[in-house]
């Protein structure tokens, strides 16, 4: 038997750009918290990369 294309291996599931609500998972990282992940940079440096990604990511969610 010949191997499906993939339009007909794609259309056998539901893709959508919706986003799936109602979803839970458990805190990865309380917010405002670094963690030391990166043991090369300080606390005070993972802090102000932390307030600049924070922004940058307000920031491309009120463009959009």
Do not use: F, W
């Amino acid at each position: 038997m010949a191997k499906p294309q993939i339009s007909e291996r794609l259309s056998e599931h539901r893709i959508s750009a919706q986003p799936r609500l109602d979803q839970r998972a458990a805190e990865i990282q309380a917010y405002g918290t670094v963690t030391t992940y990166c043991p090369g940079l300080e606390e005070p440096v993972r802090l102000e990369i932390t307030a600049q990604l924070n922004q940058v990511l307000a920031d491309t969610h009120d463009a959009a």
